[in-house]
């Protein structure tokens, strides 16, 4: 009689240490979710950041005009952000017909770039 009651209170613990492993483990699950999101987001910030100090370095602050080497540089940078509405904007800069649209593109385009840094 007393091996089967030891042999039940035995059970019963590790029924609820497993259980309580189970909620930690699921804590801990959502902490590192929350935690990968905030790499994501620095990454993402971390990447419009660049772009943007190689675009005003380059292109605003640069008399000249914009060889092909900082073009690429530039194309490369704004595709790695990986931002469908900032590769957009881009793209109409780009494809600006005259100096007072590029103007405009241009500001769009920064103003963009400072709303996506969260």
């Not at 804590?27 to 994501?40: C, M």
């Amino acid at each position: 009689m007393k091996k089967r009651i030891i042999f039940i209170a035995v059970i019963g613990m590790l029924v609820v240490g497993n259980a309580y492993f189970a909620l930690k483990a699921s804590s801990l699950n959502g902490e590192l979710s929350a935690a990968k999101k905030e790499t994501v987001a620095f990454n993402r910030n971390e990447k419009v950041i660049n772009f943007s100090s190689l675009f005003i370095d380059s292109v605003l602050k640069s008399g000249n005009e914009v060889d092909f080497d900082i073009r690429l540089k530039l194309e490369n940078a704004v595709r790695d952000i990986k931002d469908d509405e900032i590769l957009a904007q881009w793209d109409k800069f780009v494809k600006s017909k005259t100096e007072m649209e590029a103007q405009e593109e241009v500001k769009n385009l920064l103003s963009l770039l400072m709303k996506k840094i969260q």
